[in-house]
């Protein structure tokens, strides 16, 4: 009875024929993940970026027992402090006072302001207590995302 394998030299992969069929693999992977991505990868980004300022400023609020909002525009957005869209601070981090988006990324417009309880308002002077949700939209060529603000809480998912 003959042993198995007898007729093979030497079974198996040698390690240099493992290691390039590893680095293959991987230059595939990194191709494929960029020619998918279409820009995705800014809207989601600014998105969640976004998500954490507006929750800073209710934190901020809380803490510091006034007002805090962000009021965003077209080309970007900022955070104010009291009751005036005007009283901009920095968010941590920036150099700036006001957050430019990136090119290409569009939002529609609003202004999410908390008080010493961290209820959102929809205005600076909050007068207006936030009634529905404030959907706030982000958009480039190939994805569009939203950032929900919830009445009463002022919850952002």
Same mark, same amino acid.
Request: aromatic fraction near 8%; charge should be neutral.
């Given at each position: 009875?003959?042993?198995?394998?007898?007729?093979?030299?030497?079974?198996?992969?040698?390690?240099?024929?493992?290691?390039?069929?590893?680095?293959?693999?991987?230059?595939?992977?990194?191709?494929?993940?960029?020619?998918?991505?279409?820009?995705?990868?800014?809207?989601?980004?600014?998105?969640?970026?976004?998500?954490?300022?507006?929750?800073?400023a209710q934190a901020k609020a809380m803490?510091?027992?006034?007002?805090?909002?962000?009021?965003?525009?077209?080309?970007?957005?900022?955070?104010?402090?009291?009751?005036?869209? +005007?009283?901009?601070?920095?968010?941590?981090?920036?150099?700036?006072? *006001?957050?430019?988006?990136?090119?290409? %990324? =569009?939002? #529609? &417009?609003g202004t999410i302001s908390f008080d010493?309880?961290?209820?959102?308002?929809?205005?600076?002077?909050?007068? +207006?207590?936030?009634?529905?949700?404030?959907?706030?939209?982000?958009? *480039?060529?190939?994805?569009?995302?939203? %950032? =929900?603000? #919830? &009445?009463?809480?002022?919850?952002?998912?």
């Amino acid at each position: 009875m003959r042993p198995p394998f007898k007729h093979l030299a030497h079974p198996g992969f040698t390690f240099v024929e493992l290691i390039a069929s590893l680095v293959v693999m991987g230059i595939l992977a990194v191709s494929v993940t960029l020619t998918n991505m279409d820009g995705q990868a800014d809207v989601d980004g600014q998105a969640e970026t976004l998500k954490a300022r507006i929750r800073y400023a209710q934190a901020k609020a809380m803490g510091r027992n006034i007002p805090y909002g962000v009021v965003v525009v077209a080309g970007g957005y900022h955070l104010f402090a009291g009751s005036s869209v +005007a009283n901009k601070e920095r968010f941590p981090g920036e150099e700036n006072l *006001d957050v430019p988006l990136p090119s290409g %990324i =569009t939002t #529609t &417009p609003g202004t999410i302001s908390f008080d010493d309880r961290g209820r959102p308002f929809s205005n600076a002077a909050q007068t +207006a207590a936030l009634a529905a949700n404030l959907v706030i939209t982000l958009t *480039d060529s190939s994805a569009t995302r939203t %950032i =929900t603000v #919830t &009445p009463g809480t002022g919850y952002v998912p």
